[in-house]
T-cell receptor
């Protein structure tokens, strides 16, 4: 059974610092990995999707890397802003076509 | 971009009543939609996969008679929580995958969720 772990569970950083969020998964046989943002009481917004054959994806200040063999992905957010405060979830698509989610990294960017 | 609309965003109901939650894909057709449940500070747990024109596929441990799913069209799936109890109080989120020709896979798009409170 695929297990997804996100570390740290919560973190606070001053505005302007770079954010590094980690996601690990136990079964490396994945189709893709997706990072989402979730605001309190809201649904999920897709940020980046990395196919299993890719090493990284970039969108603006966001960069996500994938090391499938070691079961890890990292989301980097450059020059953090208060508007980046949210919970960030990673999810892997497994062989049974299902998504396995982590519990999220809860981020607070302090102005 | 692809938009998934979920309604209502929150609902309070009494024990024993039923509640229907709608999930619509606004600008694309979705043959498959997914229903998740999320407890505070927990992962999203897949409840069932909704298939247009056929029966939903439920995950192990999810009662299909309690959580009725209907996917009557390519843009609408509904989840009905029947005879709701306080333990059914949770955040329910639907999602759909927008078709994207040329990509081996495309991102999953989520609704804004429904906060259900059963008193």
């Amino acid at each position: 059974k695929q297990e997804v772990t996100q570390i740290p569970a919560a973190l606070s950083v001053p505005e302007g610092e770079n954010l590094v969020l980690n996601c690990s998964f136990t079964d490396s046989a994945i189709y893709n990995l997706q990072w989402f943002r979730q605001d309190p009481g809201k649904g999920l917004t897709s940020l980046l999707l990395i196919q299993s054959s890719q090493r990284e994806q970039t969108s603006g200040r966001l960069n996500a890397s994938l090391d499938k063999s070691s079961g890890r992905s990292t989301l980097y957010i450059a020059a953090s802003q208060p508007g980046d405060s949210a919970t960030y979830l990673c999810a892997v698509k497994c062989g049974n076509n299902r998504l396995a989610f982590g519990k999220g990294n809860q981020v607070v960017v302090i102005p | 971009g692809a938009v998934v609309s979920q309604h209502p965003s929150w609902v309070i109901c009494k024990s024993g009543t039923s509640v229907k939650i709608e999930c619509r894909s606004l600008d694309f057709q979705a043959t498959t939609m997914f229903w998740y449940r999320q407890f505070p500070k927990q992962s999203l747990m897949l409840m069932a996969t909704s298939n247009e024109g056929s029966k939903a596929t439920y995950e192990q441990g999810v009662e299909k008679d309690k959580f009725l799913i209907n996917h009557a069209s390519l843009t609408l799936s509904t989840l009905t929580v029947t005879s709701a109890h306080p333990e059914d109080s949770s955040f329910y989120i639907c999602s759909a995958r927008a078709p994207n020709p040329g990509l081996s896979d495309s991102p999953l798009h989520f609704g804004n969720g429904t906060r259900l409170t059963v008193t």
